[in-house]
């Protein structure tokens, strides 16, 4: 039952433009998404989250934006770097827990110097 | 920045074995957590530990895993005879108790299991 789904394995994109994230969810009762980090051989950073009580949240170059009628949120990185090619994953409560975190499977993202 | 440690960074075992990894959780956080991936699927939720008790676990997490906070500082995972497909990567986690900012987990950097 695959409650958080990022549809797009991978993304590649030129160094100073935009990347644009994917996820889409299936359960209304998710109210907290987070937005994780994941260098090969190392944990899940975090990098940004959002309540479902907003549409969008900005820290720096990372912007997350949800569209809970559509299920969808998405997180957009501009400007992107080089440094910033990693997987990024997706993550809410599972439901019924405020603490268990559910993942989505990842969008390799790189950038293109 | 606070951050939560893990040791061993990489542990090769022979089937039934027991293995025992260790976590340092950052020091205010009242949850604790263990989750794993297995190479090329998803992170998976195993426990969540508060109060020096487990709060919820997974079906992965069954019998033969048990954790353990032997005091203050430190939070264990301990698989009891590994199986092949305990083979993974090992990821201890902590959040804060209360508030949004408390729904975010802080990961630490995983212990790689490799069971031959």
């Known amino acids: 039952d695959q409650q958080v789904k990022q549809n797009s394995p991978s993304l590649s994109v030129q160094e100073g433009r935009i990347s644009i994230l994917n996820c889409d969810y299936t359960n209304s009762m998710f109210d907290y998404f987070l937005w994780y980090k994941k260098y090969p051989a190392e944990g899940p950073t975090f990098l940004i989250s959002i309540s479902s009580i907003k549409d969008k949240n900005e820290d720096g170059r990372f912007t997350v934006f949800l569209n809970k009628s559509a299920k969808h949120l998405s997180l957009h990185i501009v400007p992107s770097q080089p440094g910033d090619s990693a997987v990024y994953f997706c993550?809410?409560?599972?439901?019924?827990?405020?603490?268990?975190?559910?993942f989505g499977s990842g969008t390799q993202l790189t950038v293109l110097p | 920045e606070p951050e939560v440690t893990q040791t061993p960074s990489h542990q090769v075992t022979q089937m039934g074995q027991e293995v025992i990894l260790r976590c340092v959780p950052i020091s205010n956080h009242l949850y604790f957590y263990w989750y794993r991936q297995i190479l090329g699927q998803k992170v998976e939720f195993l426990v969540s530990f508060y109060n020096n008790e487990i709060s919820e676990k997974s079906e992965i997490f069954d019998d033969q895993f048990s954790v353990e906070r032997p005091d203050g500082s430190n939070f264990t995972l301990k698989i009891r005879s590994t199986k092949l497909e305990d083979s993974a990567m090992y990821f201890c986690a902590s959040s804060e108790a209360l508030g949004a900012q408390g729904n975010t987990i802080y990961f630490g950097e995983g212990s790689w299991l490799t069971v031959v």
């Open positions: 993550a809410a409560p599972a439901s019924g827990s405020a603490r268990q975190l559910t």
